[in-house]
């Protein structure tokens, strides 16, 4: 989860982490933005759609892979940039 994170969010991944507060100080603080909310409106979208991804396998028995949950992540983020542009600022 932590890699596929990190790709959707354009950090540089560490080859390994097994601690959840190192995820996610890396989280904080591997992405370089003047706006916090922004910050924080990414990580809620990447791991919400890891959730429901996690769902999807579990209880639809259906996947996506690693790089069409990416690009749906990224889709969903920027459609909500689009509809909040004062994020941006």
């Known amino acids: 989860m932590y890699l596929l994170t990190a790709v959707a969010m354009?950090?540089?991944p560490r080859q390994s982490?097994?601690?959840?507060?190192?995820?996610?100080?890396?989280l904080l603080g591997g992405m370089q933005t003047a706006n916090p909310e922004h910050?924080?409106?990414?990580i809620t979208y990447t791991t919400w759609n890891i959730w429901k991804e996690?769902?999807?396998r579990v209880y639809d028995n259906r996947?996506?892979?690693?790089?069409?949950?990416?690009a749906?992540?990224?889709?969903e983020v920027a459609v909500l940039r689009q509809a909040m542009p004062m994020l941006d600022t």
Request: charged share 20%.
């Open 10 to 12: 354009n950090i540089q």
């Open 17 to 26: 982490v097994n601690n959840l507060k190192l995820w996610w100080s890396d």
């Open 39 to 42: 910050r924080n409106q990414i």
């Open 54 to 56: 996690r769902c999807r």
């Open 63 to 70: 996947a996506l892979t690693e790089m069409q949950l990416v």
């Open 72 to 75: 749906v992540i990224r889709q």
